[in-house]
């Protein structure tokens, strides 16, 4: 039996999404009021980073074959059948 208290593949795959999120909207919040030039490129390097990472992981979700118990992309190799 599973660990409840052991976070599932799915579960990381939402935290992580939700953590670029709130990265993303930090930077855009800094940038509205930073006004020093080296500050405020280093929190656009930050936020085209995260973009990317959001991008990124778009693409790989995309890619992955939809399980077919409805379990999630991330578990499907999980509760694939085994031959």
Partial sequence: MADPARPTPA???VAMDRIIKANIDRYKKLLETEVE?????MIQRL???ERVKREERAQRKAEMPACPDGAGRSTC?????KA
């Avoid at 030039?37 to 490129?41: C, D, E, Q, S, T």
């Avoid at 190799?77 to 059948?81: C, E, H, N, R």
């Fill in 37 to 41: 030039p080296v500050k405020r490129a």
């Fill in 47 to 49: 936020l085209r980073e």
């Fill in 77 to 81: 190799a999980d509760v694939a059948p």
């Fill in 11 to 13: 579960r990381m795959e």
